[in-house]
């Protein structure tokens, strides 16, 4: 079973993790997810929605994490309603995988962007406009 937690950072921020392991002074974590909250101004008044990013994923590829518990103010076990919530964004995330190109892609790409400068160089040539 998943044990999923609402965390507290020091530094502000909220990450709701899948918690793997927890010893006296770390905490290990699957999947964390940054929470910010987003305030919307409608004719009713105020209303705030909750989105869920990625964490550390978009700068690494790893999925877990160690957090020092000197650096955590809290942690509690979350709803069942935000646990869903939890699992059908990852679930979405999961599907967001998008294919790397290959050596040969970016080669043509490359090639096509060398040609798109030359290009621009040589109508400048032709039209004889002179830059200051």
Known sequence: MSDYQVIKLSNGENLIC???SDSDTTLNVKSPLKMETLSK???SGVVESLSLV???Q???DNEQF???KSNIILNSPVSIGLGKYYEFILKKMDGLDIPQPTEDELKAIEEEEKKNQ???MLEY???DVTIH
């Open 118 to 120: 030359k290009d621009q």
């Open 18 to 20: 899948d918690v793997i």
């Open 125 to 127: 040539i032709k039209d």
């Open 54 to 56: 990625r964490w550390m």
């Open 66 to 68: 160690t957090l020092s």
């Open 41 to 43: 101004f409608t004719k």
């Open 58 to 60: 978009p700068y690494c």
